[in-house]
């Protein structure tokens, strides 16, 4: 595979799924540094969570998306950057993994 493309780390991003697609629209303009990632639904749990509703606070768990983003290490500055700057309030949490092996089975 060329080394050029391989991705490096995976930045992984955790925030409220109300603010899902404004964080997509951030990332699928960067597509030229974000070539690939993914979305899903997530329950969060801890004593540092910030519940939305009532309801989040008797179910002990607060409604989350996460986004994974394969891509490299040296461009993730660039990305977190442009998601303070268009969401400036928004509590994201994230954390950068290196990502050991890449590539496809077919």
């Given at each position: ?6 991705p ?8 409220a ?19 690939r990632?993914?979305t ?8 540092r ?8 606070r ?17 461009d ?24 050991l ?6």
């Open positions: 595979m060329n080394t050029a493309t391989t490096d780390v995976c930045l992984t991003l955790v925030a799924r109300e603010i899902e697609e404004m964080i997509i629209d951030v990332l699928l303009e960067h597509d030229d540094i974000v070539r990632f993914g899903h639904p997530l329950d969060a749990h801890g004593a969570i910030g519940y939305a509703s009532v309801a989040e008797v179910r002990g768990r607060a409604e989350r998306s996460q986004f994974e983003l394969l891509m490299a290490n040296h993730t500055p660039r990305i977190l950057d442009a998601l303070r700057a268009r969401l400036p309030r928004a509590d994201i949490s994230y954390w950068i993994t290196p990502v092996a890449y590539g496809r089975l077919a």
